[in-house]
């Protein structure tokens, strides 16, 4: 997607070769015209998957996702981390370690909201090594849910998380994929979409 | 708003007097018709009050802050919860105690985003003691900017932080105002609106 490879040529801060931070339009401040554009070029790229739920992991999912709902007319749901009180005992759960954060959590999806008549619709900000993803999976497929497509607004290339997914057979689709960052130059990689 | 109140009405779940569920819309689960009409609502209320910028608090304030700021042609802004490698250490903090999850926590947000050039309009999704909301006023005023108003999707009227934020000569409305919960019966103060 041309407007999201500008914006991170333009506006991202890439750090040695693996850092990227994009926290000045997505995920601490948000341009909201932009991700409803990304969510417009999702629901393009996943319209005839059949999905009935798009769900996320928070909190810089959520943005995203939203937007992306709207277009499809379907209800969004975000994973949350740790135990919130307000979820109650009756969650699916699977752990996940963040290199973001340095640290292990816990991902949690109320069972009231996803079922095995659902096909979701995965849609996040990042993909890096696919562990966030992989959680959320094992989650859906506790559910007895069926992952119909996995929707990813920056995907670093140069790790193996996308490769992956698409390795198991998911339809991932990526809006910009990193292919490497050096000296503050960013390349991406031809359009995946 | 008659369509939140409704929905309240309809799909919330109250327990006792003071606890009142609405994952299966706002906080977990999200209704993005009902958001998106949120953040028209709010446009409708705090279209003449200059903002420069919508600013709410990660998790469950991004969905509906993302549609206001969209109404709006704004930014949006969500202040993170603990810290965040990712936000850098130049961030203005502020420390709050969380009845929901029973634990004190940071609040941050990057100096980068917010200057004494900024209007705020603060969006959130629920209004009780108002501890979130002051620690994010406290924020709002350690970058010197003004805070023009303060959209709350769903106020506890019978606790104390609405009246209190509202005496200080804030402008806050609230898109729905519990007065009392009982018995599973949820009864509205009229129109804040």
Redesign the interface.
Known sequence: MKLLEEKIANEGVSIGTDIL?V??FL???????L??EMGKEFYRLFKDCGATKVVTI??SG??IA??T??YF??????A?KAQ????GNEVYSAKCYSF???KEYTMN??K??LDSSDKVLIIDDFMAGGNACNALIDIINQAGAEVVGIGVAIEKGFQPGGKALRDKGYKVRSLAIVESMSDGNITFRNDDC
Chains 1, 2 share one sequence.
């Open positions: 931070k926290d000045m995920n601490h401040q948000l341009d909201v015209n991700l409803d928070e909190s959520i943005g939203v937007f709902a709207k007319n379907l209800p969004a749901l975000f949350k919130h009180k307000n979820v973001t954060h340095g999806v109320s009231k909201y």
